[in-house]
Nanobody, 117 residues
Framework: QVQLVESGGGLVQAGGSLRLSCAAS??????????MGWYRQAPGKQRELVAV???????NYAESVKGRFTISRDDGRNTVNLQMNSLEVEDTAVYYC?????????WGQGTQVTVSS
């Protein structure tokens, strides 16, 4: 089993910045993690991809965050970060860290990001 622990959420005004961090720990499966990234879920909406990064550095961003959010990953420390700039009210959601091997998917407990107008 792999545990994902998120940190860095909070309340920020529109136009501000936040940085989310996620650390993975646990079993030998941690060495089989291929993608790490972030999803979010706003009230009344489905969970959606925000940004993911594969081993080797390939990234995928939601259109709504391109140019504002940046994902980074440190495989030596088993961490993934999300730098969020120019935050908008529409970015308000619970953000979940995600890690996947070829056959398993792991989720963190979620961290709240609230952007006020």
């Amino acid at each position: 089993q792999v545990q994902l622990v998120e940190s860095g959420g909070g309340l920020v005004q529109a136009g501000g910045s936040l940085r989310l961090s996620c650390a993975a720990s646990g079993s030998r499966n941690i060495f089989s993690i291929y993608t790490m990234g972030w999803y979010r879920q706003a009230p009344g909406k489905q969970r959606e991809l925000v940004a993911v990064m594969a081993k080797g550095g390939t990234t995928n961003y939601a259109e709504s965050v391109k140019g504002r959010f940046t994902i980074s990953r440190d495989d030596g420390r088993n961490t993934v970060n999300l730098q969020m700039n120019s935050l908008e009210v529409e970015d308000t959601a619970v953000y979940y860290c995600n890690a996947a091997t070829w056959s398993l998917v792991y989720w963190g407990q979620g961290t709240q990001v609230t952007v006020s107008s």
